[in-house]
């Protein structure tokens, strides 16, 4: 990473764009549904023009495979386009609401407008869907934008760039390449809401700054999203499912499944089923599959050493690799691997892995599965494998996630009508079609009279209006 300070002129540049911005978010305000939408549209017709520069862009920086691209950046910004674009105008129409007994007279309204000034900081393991997808959102409801896409992502940032300056006066939208330099100055201006995608770590960060200004944040973190595969599961379903999702993207995926729970009177059978997926998907060996154009790449060389270091913890400590292993420094390259015979104390079982290396946990009753769920931090993603409907209810009753997935992964990304997004230490705030539309909008309460007034309850306060008082408080 440089480390090298921004220069002067750059900080002036910032400064003047924010001032430039804020005095355009009134106007931006102002902008109908179908003003919005062809903005969004816009967007559009660029990605579709420019497909293939942005594969050849994520495989210059990660070896990105096209597929992934289209899948896990293009496939889910495609959907949010079209469904923005389709329920935009019924969204930013005043939703009327009942009115009590007491307010007989009035009409109630939320009206949805814009926050403001917005920032997205964007991550690099979905470099250009996860700098987008919130952009998408944050046009629909008005607002104006600063975004600093990932640095360690220079190829697709570059690409982002040259589409918004494109596409966007700066007033409206405005690109800020650089490091954590430049997201500390970024972080220092007064904005209405902060959009930011990462660790839970730089999430602390970027909420404490929010504080600052009292602005409000979205945070889609992270943590270790556990997979259970029960007594009862699918195994090759669930093998196939499990493999794909672990290895997608090299792993580098925050709902990807961080740790497995899988049940001991399945698990070897399981296991060579798991074993069998990944050779079908990626190759026989690892040498096979490094030479794939199917998988990716850890994203550089200090996340490859991270992610080594864990692997290497846990053997020191007693653990089994049973699969994989493989690994070249110079290519940032980890073959599929799993870890068997983990233990708490080791460091893999305590961070976030982000990367294709999978531990496995067996249990012998599903108390024990839950107890390690809940004995660590809420997670982003809860993923069940399971034909129990009982053992499905029992868990869900006792644990809490961001989403859950049953017999199937990470499809919660891509789900336009359900909320994505963490709780606590895994996010704040909600994502996805109408959710993120209220999440980057300010809900304004409104209430109009039409008839009628409430002089009947000023003083002075008689016998009488005492008494009518008490009676319309308990009808409240």
């Not at 672990?246 to 580098?252: I, L, V």
Request: aromatic fraction near 8%.
């Amino acid at each position: 990473m440089i480390t090298a300070s921004p220069d002067i002129a750059q900080q002036d540049d910032i400064q003047a764009i924010f001032a430039a911005q804020r005095r355009h978010a009134p106007q931006m305000a102002l902008t109908t549904a179908a003003e919005r939408i062809e903005r969004i549209q816009r967007i559009h017709r660029w990605i579709q023009d420019h497909e293939d520069d942005l594969v050849k862009a994520m495989y210059a920086d990660f070896r990105k495979p096209a597929s992934e691209v289209l899948l896990g950046d293009l496939g889910a910004l495609y959907y949010e386009i079209k469904h923005t674009s389709k329920h935009l105008k019924s969204w930013m129409k005043p939703k009327r609401v009942s009115t009590p007994l007491p307010l007989m007279g009035t009409r109630g309204y939320v009206h949805h407008e814009p926050k403001g000034n917005v920032l997205i900081i964007s991550p690099w393991n979905y470099p250009f869907g996860l700098a987008i997808k919130p952009l998408i959102t944050a046009i629909a409801t008005g607002n104006v934008v600063m975004l600093k896409p990932s640095e360690m992502t220079p190829h697709v940032s570059k690409a982002i760039k040259g589409m918004i300056k494109e596409l966007f006066p700066v007033e409206e939208v405005a690109v800020f390449e650089g490091d954590s330099h430049m997201a500390t100055q970024l972080l220092e201006l007064p904005f209405n809401h902060i959009f930011f995608t990462g660790s839970p770590a730089v999430g602390k960060i970027v909420m404490a700054a929010a504080a600052n200004h009292l602005a409000s944040v979205t945070l889609e973190l992270g943590g270790k999203s556990p997979v259970i595969v029960d007594e009862t599961a699918n195994i090759k379903t669930a093998a196939e499912q499990i493999a794909w999702g672990k290895y997608f993207n090299n792993g580098q995926t925050c709902i990807a499944p961080d740790y497995l729970l899988v049940h001991e009177s399945i698990k070897e059978p399981f296991m060579q089923a798991f074993r069998e997926s990944v050779q079908k998907m990626y190759g026989p060996d690892a040498q096979t599959i490094e030479q794939s154009d199917n998988y990716c790449r850890i994203v550089n060389n200090r996340h490859f050493k991270r992610v080594q270091s864990l692997s290497d913890d846990a053997v020191q400590k007693g653990a089994t690799v049973t699969l994989g292993g493989q690994m070249n420094d110079a290519e940032n390259f980890i073959a599929p691997t799993v870890v068997d015979g983990v233990s708490d104390d080791m460091a893999i079982m305590q961070e976030e892995i982000f990367g294709p290396v999978l531990p496995v946990v067996s249990y012998r009753d599903r108390d024990e599965a839950l107890r390690a769920i809940n004995s660590r931090e809420k997670p982003l993603a809860l993923y069940i494998q399971s034909k129990s409907r009982q053992n499905i209810d029992y868990i869900m009753a006792r644990t809490t996630a961001g989403d859950t997935v049953i017999n199937d992964l990470m499809w919660q990304f891509g789900h336009m009508e359900i909320p994505f997004g963490g709780v606590n230490n895994s996010g704040i705030g909600k994502a996805n079609g109408y959710f993120g539309f209220q999440e980057l909008s300010n809900m304004r309460g409104v209430i109009r009279r039409d008839f009628g007034t409430s002089r009947f309850i000023y003083p002075p306060y008689t016998d009488k209006i005492q008494k009518l008082i008490s009676f319309l408080v308990k009808k409240l």
